[in-house]
RNA sequence: GGCGGCGUGGCCGAGUGGUUUAGGCAGGGGCCUGCAAAGCCCCGUACGUCGGUUCGAUUCCGACCGCCGCCUCCA
């Protein structure tokens, strides 16, 4: 079974199945008042593997993530622009879909949204008010951290040492400054659903816990996230489930930061800090193969160094694929699931499947998983020089297998080629088959010139982008 | 102030108490090729500093230095 790091226990542990053969698991969303960033494409990219991997090894994964679409940030958004809050999360949904389907990201099982269960979430709060755990004020209600058995847990420190550094506003009506807000009250203009504390809207720890209990379920198996949701937002939902006596997540893992040129950001690159800009200059999978290339919880670093390094990557495993003429098994899978599970990839090759397994169910080596791939790729290739077909399709096609249930589609075609690039190609080869290799050479300089990478087949020239 | 993480060869990035290497990219040499490209083979002898434990540490312990993050909306 999959081991991954728990950030409640500080260990890394089996993921514990409530329901064998069933994975249900719950990973944060965005708040869709902006384009995705490059930290929301890496714990997406995460969690997808995460999942991927779970579904090749044959089990049956319910993936729950949100859509924040009523919060601060979408009211600030839309004032600043003129517009509604709806249409700034409707225009940035979008957007955010948008860069998922880019980055090759499985859709959620469900995605709900916030504003979808406003009324479950009054429910939840007047439960927290009733029990005493909740309290009101001038801007809304708060639940008090002080009466939730092990606060702190995920933020890995004691409450009272949270407390010496924090920061409390003068004016905060709130009993203890963790205190955070499950319902805040309407300012004129807000958007605002009824409550039994005057209009306003939920605060944004508490959709996560109803969303995550509705669909999942209690006790449900995993609940994922970007590193700075361990605290206060995941701390937050449990302190929530906890006050109400419920079961929650069994598991929480969170994922590393990325990193940008160090501190400088989006200064010297620009929007190279958006998911959406980073997809538009480069190979959307060079992303992924980059956030695969360092473990899941290490920082990353984002450059432009990087990202092209990443590309050269995939280009040495679409080499293979176009050698081999390997299908991108994701793009012939109904919704890019994953269609061979670790059963069917054994007959490939059992003990590279195997030790592909044992790396990943080790807290998720992807770095593991993809230094054993790159091998296959070399072995793969001298097995085909040697002229042992049988073996190297073997493992060529082990490393299609093993590419998709990591997400990555591999690419053997050439691109489409217009007539005139192809009559070039085609000319070449005449001039080539007269040994004319002046002539040859002045058509190759030609190709290049239009943009294509030439290379000498069995069967003449192919030209490809 | 409290807490946590990191520091590996030109770059990215794993890993381990010693004997055999991660892997990728770049670079050098060779094979193949008309020349290239792709591919294959070979090469660099790395582990922040200072101590300690040990027969032996990059890997364990301690101190120190440096970098980063959390404690506040944040993936």
Redesign the pocket.
Known sequence: MLRLHDTAT?TVRPLELRDPGQVSMYV????VYDLP????G??ALVFDVIRRFLLFCGLDVRYVSNV?DV???IITRAAAQGRTEAEVAFEFEIRWWEAMDALGVLRPTVAPHATEYVADMVTLVAELFDRGIAYETADGVYLNVEQVDGYGLL???PLE???????VEATDEKRS??D?AVWKKAKPGEPSWDSPWGPGRPG??TECVVMALDLLGEGFDLHG?????????HENERAQAVALEKGFASHWT??????VE??KMSKSLGNFNSLTDLLERSDPRAYRL?VL???Y?????V?A??V???E??L??LD??A??FALDDLLARAPGGFVVLGRDAAQQANGAAVERFVAVME??L?T??A??????L??????S??EGRDEEAAALASTVAVLCAALGLALRAETGEVDPASAGLAQA?DEA?AG?D??R??EL?DELVARGW?????PTGTVIRR
Do not use: M
């Open positions: 500080r944060c969303g965005p708040t960033h490059l930290g929301h890496r714990y924040t919060d601060d940030n933020a890995l420190q040492s949270l407390r010496i550094g924090a920061r400054p963790f955070f944004w720890h996230g970007g590193r700075d949701l361990a605290f206060p937002h969170h994922n590393g930061w990325v990193e160090g501190e980059l290339r360092s473990h919880r290490s920082p990353i670093e450059t160094e990087t092209a390094d990443a050269k990557g280009e040495r080499a293979l176009r050698r080790d807290d080596d770095p593991g993809l230094a054993g791939i790159f091998e790729v070399t072995r793969a290739h001298v085909a020089d070449r080539r040994r290799f002046a040859a050479d190759r990478t030439v290379e000498d087949g």
